[in-house]
């Protein structure tokens, strides 16, 4: 089993993999979005191009370029992190679909890591079931995969982004790119929702101050609590793609 990456072929080539048995896997990650003061920008990218090789290994599919723009309000105050409308992030992942489905594929699949981007695959969903009914449109639900995986190891009184999760996750795929010495812990808040770098309470709205752009507590991260999350993962995904 191996997975068939369409960038890589041409368009004869694309031709012979693109057929009605074929599942289409789509990853999306951002990879300009804030991930505290200890990750990448390009984090989210990272791990979807990780989960997509490892699952690939597993089964057959045909992968699409990671998409690394979409509906990422929640932290759009931290410099350098982009965020589309929810309609534009809806409509790239419907249209490119569309897109493909022209030439045989009926089976989607977005391998998705983020959690505000469920609102956009959702309205992708209704777009696409509205203009070709004989199309399966599936997308990771992230927040739920994540405490699949994560259960039984984690520390931390709380969290959700930058933090002791995806932080050893990060240790696992790429820890070059982690700076855990520069890894605070900040949960001021259990409420979850927008994070705001905002001190005065008056300015806040019901945004979470968050003075460091992270939600929970990464220093408890490790790499061998990443390495077991993201095994899950793969497993969680991989159950998801049976289903299609």
Same mark, same amino acid.
């Given at each position: 089993?191996?997975? &068939?990456?369409?960038?890589?072929?041409?368009?004869?080539?694309?031709?012979?993999? *693109?057929?009605?048995?074929?599942?289409?896997?789509?990853? *999306?990650?951002?990879?300009?979005?804030?991930?505290? #003061? #200890?990750?990448?920008?390009?984090?989210?990218?990272? &791990?979807?191009?990780?989960?997509?090789?490892?699952?690939?290994? *597993?089964?057959?599919?045909?992968?699409?370029?990671?998409?690394?723009?979409?509906?990422?309000?929640?932290?759009?105050?931290?410099?350098?992190?982009?965020?589309?409308?929810?309609?534009?992030?809806?409509?790239?992942?419907?249209?490119?679909?569309?897109?493909?489905?022209?030439?045989?594929?009926?089976?989607?699949?977005?391998?998705?890591?983020?959690?505000?981007?469920?609102?956009?695959?959702?309205?992708?969903?209704?777009?696409?079931?509205?203009?070709?009914?004989?199309?399966?449109?599936?997308?990771?639900?992230?927040?739920?995969?994540?405490?699949?995986?994560?259960?039984?190891?984690?520390?931390?009184?709380?969290?959700?982004?930058?933090?002791?999760?995806?932080?050893?996750?990060?240790? #696992?795929?790429?820890?070059?790119?982690?700076?855990?010495?520069?890894?605070?812990?900040?949960?001021?808040?259990?409420?979850?929702?927008?994070?705001?770098?905002?001190?005065?309470?008056?300015?806040?709205?019901?945004?979470?101050?968050?003075?460091?752009?992270?939600?929970?507590?990464?220093?408890?991260?490790?790499?061998?609590?990443?390495?077991?999350?993201?095994?899950?993962?793969?497993?969680?995904?991989?159950?998801?793609?049976?289903? &299609?």
């Amino acid at each position: 089993m191996t997975a &068939i990456y369409l960038q890589q072929k041409n368009w004869l080539e694309a031709e012979q993999c *693109l057929n009605g048995q074929a599942v289409i896997v789509l990853p *999306l990650g951002a990879s300009l979005k804030e991930h505290g #003061h #200890h990750l990448p920008l390009n984090n989210d990218q990272l &791990i979807a191009d990780f989960l997509t090789a490892e699952v690939g290994k *597993l089964c057959d599919i045909v992968v699409l370029p990671t998409v690394n723009y979409s509906f990422y309000p929640a932290f759009s105050e931290y410099p350098g992190s982009v965020t589309l409308t929810q309609n534009t992030a809806a409509s790239m992942i419907a249209e490119i679909c569309l897109s493909i489905a022209n030439f045989g594929p009926r089976k989607f699949y977005v391998l998705n890591t983020g959690v505000s981007t469920q609102k956009a695959l959702k309205q992708a969903s209704e777009t696409i079931s509205q203009l070709n009914s004989e199309i399966i449109f599936q997308y990771t639900d992230f927040k739920e995969a994540t405490e699949f995986a994560a259960a039984g190891l984690l520390e931390q009184e709380g969290g959700g982004h930058a933090d002791e999760c995806e932080t050893s996750m990060m240790l #696992h795929i790429a820890p070059d790119m982690v700076l855990q010495e520069r890894a605070i812990k900040d949960f001021s808040s259990s409420n979850s929702g927008s994070l705001t770098r905002k001190k005065a309470l008056e300015d806040r709205g019901d945004r979470v101050y968050s003075p460091t752009g992270a939600w929970g507590d990464p220093t408890l991260a490790t790499a061998f609590k990443g390495e077991t999350i993201v095994n899950r993962l793969v497993d969680f995904i991989l159950g998801n793609l049976k289903q &299609i």
